[in-house]
């Protein structure tokens, strides 16, 4: 039984044991707490010193524009065609940086919809038409940006569909991106040079250049790289992609993430793994049980499962053998605190 | 000229301590500050020599070791910021000390996990003891998100791969508003400034709750009710505020 003090009345409350404690009346015994915590600071270290030389860390280079279009310019091309004709990834994606494709949602909960567009790109004129008009002393590239954007949508639409289609069969050789004949207008040269200008390192400055010389957004390249095929072969090659449990991985053999077990789990199994929305419905998910373990100690049932597996008889086996063996126990019950200042009280821990 | 003598003008301690119980400092801020820091933490209590008998397995050995494991990682991370985010892509020196930060996170993780499953097991929040787990969880969460911010600051293939692919569980909540993962110096700033912040202020208020409230002490040994004369509702009378 035990007590609350109300309003100057003591009233008595059922003693819960997934909630309340004993009054511990056992004894106390000296432990050495600074000398605890610099033992164990002293073999962290030794043991991160450890695994630090013997493993390192790895450090693969970037993929930039110029490494992307020099190893696999047909990529590069696919992936250009699409940003310029309005199919890509990043240009059907939706918000935060365009209209273009719904946002994710669990039924009418769709928060990124909710905060809309902020970090805005439009995949023709940024990755295409943009980076293309920097190229004043080019009179073929200037003719066809001309062509291109006095013509009409259906015109466009046109002219980019018959190149998406030809430039599947597209070549590399001698240098050169090689794409079958197709009635693509002005489009054939446009991406021709945005190859070149990818290859030549031009277009990773332009798509760096900002309206400041100092820089650190990345975003508009990554999600440009991100489109092709060439970084999630690179990625998949170094088991990161997720169906390979990615998102904890790490290139080579390193550990990585691997406290994200459990939110990369998710992604291996219906229904995340097979919804358009299978995102949101992680997130929902871990943020549903990362609550539960917060709030476990008010969860009636759950704050029970530590007494039910008993395994804090492991923990505290000492304890409990003196108590179910006492003869075995070492000292009486109680032994007062050595501190003068502590003489009237167990000294707290 | 007159040589002062320095014991004479500077008042010792007697009188300082004398001082800061005067009754007309009663309504003092600062003097209240005190009091109610020096109650509820007394050095006693604070670094206390002397343990309930229980507290003897090496499960309470992990709470240690992430408290040190974040030390290094705290440290180490200072010199990777003192030499700036470029140095350890090209000094040899640079890789070894980003080597040391990486294994350092590794095995504060490793602990603190050990910790938190331990303490689960122990039914730790027993006892006014709550508020003690409630900031150990989320003191791991921040943690993680230091970690995963870290990684997107690394410069290579791996923040690269990590940021295209985990925006979209990020833009689905809608943070990426917000919180934008393909941006290198958003994601830096919130690395080394403001979600390290977090983590030693939450550790620093986890580990003043532990002092406060003290090792949670086992369950009964029968799982029965204990003795109306020695049990309380919310931990020993003694130890409990």
Redesign the interface.
Known sequence: MSADVVAGHRRTRKFVPDRDVPDWRGRYEPYDLAKEFLVALLVVVVLVAGLAVLFGSPDDKPVTIKSWSTADAVDFATTAITELDGSSGTATYGPPYNLNGDAQSIGPIAPAKWLGVHHPIDTANDYVLGPLSTLTDDPATRAALVRYEAASPAQQASWTAAYEKAVASAKFTGGELVVPQGNYGPVGVLISSLTSMARSGALDGALLSSRQFYGTDYTKPLLFIADGQYLATLASNQHLAGEQWGMMNETGSYPGQAWLWLYTLWYQVPPANTSDNGDIQVFAFMIGLTLLLALVPFIPGLRSIPRWSRIYRLIWRNHYREIEHPSRGSDPPTSPPRSEDTAREPVPV | MTVLDPKVERPDQADLDKAADRPEDADQWTARIRHTAVEAL?P??L???????????W?Y?FG??T???L??VIATGLVLAVMGPNW??VSSTG??V???????V??F?FAM?VHLW?K????A???K??AT??TG??SF?VS?GA??TG?LS?????????????K??I????????F?V?????M?MWHIVLLPLCVIALVGVHVLMV??R????????D?E??D?S??????????SA
């Open positions: 007394p006693q209590r670094l206390p020599d002397r343990q309930p008998a229980y507290v003897a397995s499960i050995v240690v070791a408290v040190a494991a030390l290094v350890w892509h890789l070894f980003n080597s040391l930060h990486l294994w350092s590794e095995v993780f996990v331990g689960f097991f122990m039914a929040w027993r006892g003891r709550r787990w409630i969880v989320v969460l993680v970690a995963f990684y690394q410069q290579n293939f791996d923040s690269q791969w990590i940021s295209t692919q985990a979209d569980g833009n689905s909540t809608g943070a990426g508003a917000i934008n393909t941006n290198f110096g958003q830096l002092r406060l003290g090792v949670v002490p086992p369950f009964a040994a799982d009710t204990p109306g020695q049990g309380s509702v919310d931990g020993p009378a003694e130890v």
